[in-house]
């Protein structure tokens, strides 16, 4: 997959007719059924499309699989059901599994649909934001949610340590610095949770690309993540560690946050529609993007792409139906007004001027969108291990068993020996 930043424009991609395999799907008619993975509020931001669509077309019903618990539980999920015959007709997948998605043909190319549509080029999908999920020029879907990772903070808790909110995100050795200084107020509170248990690794590289680093060289060929930007990054989650970051499951972290226990939360922006309806009174909820100390500073696109996996004609028009709606101005204004995702439709952001103005915290990730780039995911048949691999050495590191010194050269050999088996 090309890696490219958000909005850095390219050429079209090929038009193509689609192609894939012809499916027995359950249901008859105008029955279609969707899978996607949940948490975060968005089954019910995937409700909310489904009512408004229904709205204008009363003969399509969509009905729901039940949400897959990961992102990489809901690809395997699709290619099984894809073998066996009961693949519902809309997924959604992640935007770092998308090298895989195209290996298992776990979707169809939408290159010959995109074609026949004579007005494309003025329905919001920009090269950019269709570059999320475009990969050897085939379109293997259209972004659905769109999130990039970014800071939110208890104002009120840092201002009780000593801290200035508005100056929080100056540096990652000022962030780290902040978390200790809520840590020393006691009370069981914590200075931060830095997430690393995200799918995919995508906060490591989060902080990683912050720094101009990069998980492996532009060709795939050679690991880059262990050069000097791989060991501060480390040695930067090293110091969540020791500034007093238990090691805890997002869930009870979240927990934590919005019982006004943590100082600093590092996250997916699109969690802030449920922090604003738990957090309430509780404390002044803040949100900012991550420190970019280096000129080539950049952060992962997170979130999923929708998409199709039946060519069957008779299935493809009411299927393609609810992909435009979903993915068009009025499906993506609901999942950012419900999420706090970033807008996957250039024309949504006409719709969600006042959102904006009445959530400021939103803006935090809106305003990543220029350094936004690809959620990277390893070549080979082994970019799941390779993940959980990574994953087993951060933790080691955050919770201060390993140094950052021991780490890395482990780290490069144990993902050098799955690229190569």
Known sequence: MRRRTFLTTSAAAAVATATGPKLALAGSGADIQLSFRGGGGFPATVQAIIA??????????????????NWDEQLQRTILDLRTGRAPALAVQSYNRIR???????????DGLIAAEPDWGSMGYTDALMGMAELDGRQWGLPLA??????FYNADLLRKAGVDPAAVNRGWDDVVEAAAKVTALGGDRMGSFFDYTADGNWMFQALLFSLGGRMMS??????AFDGPAGRTALRIVRGFGEAGQIDMTRKQADQLFVAGKVGLFFTSSRRLGNYLKTVGDRFTLGAARLPAPSKHSRVPVGGGFL???????ER??????FMKFATGPVGQAIVVERTGAVPGNALAIDRLTDYYARNPQARAGLDQLPVMTGWYTFPGRNAIKISNVIFEHLRSVITLRKTPDDVLPAMRRDVTALLSA
């Not at 895989?100 to 939408?110: D, G, K, M, S, T």
């Not at 532009?218 to 690991?223: E, F, M, Q, S």
């Not at 998409?307 to 004609?313: E, F, K, N, V, Y």
Request: glycine share 0%; proline share 9%; no cysteine.
């Open 218 to 223: 532009a060709d795939d060929k050679r690991i």
């Open 146 to 151: 769109i999130s990039n990772p970014v800071m």
């Open 52 to 69: 408004a669509f229904n709205k204008r077309h009363p003969d399509i019903a969509i009905r729901t699989q039940t949400p897959a618990q």
């Open 316 to 321: 493809q028009a009411d299927v393609w139906a």
């Open 100 to 110: 895989l998605v195209a290996e298992q043909r776990a979707a169809v190319p939408l």
């Open 307 to 313: 998409s199709i996996t039946t060519d069957a004609p």
